[in-house]
């Protein structure tokens, strides 16, 4: 079993529609979570850190589950832009080999 | 803002050839990390740094080294280059204890080994 897990997709969605991806990891000792977001041909940037009380950002909602092991991203309204893949990031016990990547989750927006 | 960057963005290199990939950060950070990145396999560690001439072995350090002998500056060594180096090389940077705060990217060296 991978450490971390997501739906690779493609998400194909149409724009104003809401969108949800998880993340589960297999390590209950991670201590940190994020969601990265990379546009095609382009490095990964942050898109937001994921708190145990869940966080959001405009249009952006990220949820932790530790009892589950989960993490989720809820898009709402999307946009054209939010076309790119999300990682998801899951470190354990804050030691650099252990910052652990997603393989990502494909989103295509749709006019 | 903070910047990275690497010094090519595409290279060829033959097999055998020692290849070296160079990436500066200008923001201070203590960390700096290289990755590798494969369709299907996500981002994988391949060495980190917290410090000058300071390193650690991440998931796939064979076949690599690196070396950091300033605090902006982080290059990777393919010793001898096999066709199975074929990729994306990312690197990153980031402060504090490494994980717990965000990991800033440079461009990406996408690398063939013919």
């Known amino acids: 079993r991978k450490e971390v897990e997501q739906d690779p997709g493609p998400f194909n969605v149409p724009e104003g529609a809401t969108v949800a991806f998880n993340c589960t990891y297999s390590n209950s000792a991670s201590q940190s979570f994020f969601w990265y977001r990379q546009d095609c041909r382009k490095e990964p940037k942050l898109l937001m850190s994921v708190y145990s009380s869940g966080n959001e950002d405009g249009r952006f909602t990220a949820q932790l589950n530790r009892a589950s092991q989960y993490i989720s991203l809820l898009i709402r309204d999307s946009k054209l832009s939010d076309s790119a893949t999300y990682l998801c990031v899951v470190n354990i016990r804050s030691s650099a080999s252990k910052i652990i990547f997603g393989s990502g989750t494909r989103l295509s927006i749709r006019p | 803002d903070v910047k990275v960057t690497q010094s090519s963005r595409y290279l060829v290199k033959r097999t055998g050839e020692k290849v070296f990939l160079e990436c500066v950060q200008d923001m201070d950070h203590e960390n700096m990390f290289w990755y590798r990145q494969d369709p299907g396999l996500g981002l994988r560690l391949i060495y980190f740094?917290?410090?000058?001439?300071?390193?650690e072995k991440g998931d796939i350090p064979e076949g690599y080294s690196v070396s950091r002998e300033k605090k902006e500056r982080f290059s990777l060594i393919l010793e001898s280059a096999s066709t199975n180096q074929t990729s994306m090389y990312l690197c990153?940077?980031?402060?504090?204890?490494?994980?717990?705060?965000?990991?800033?990217f440079g461009p990406g060296t996408r690398l063939t080994v013919t």
């Open positions: 990153a940077s980031s402060f504090g204890l490494a994980g717990i705060y965000e990991q800033y």
């Open positions: 740094s917290y410090d000058v001439k300071m390193k």
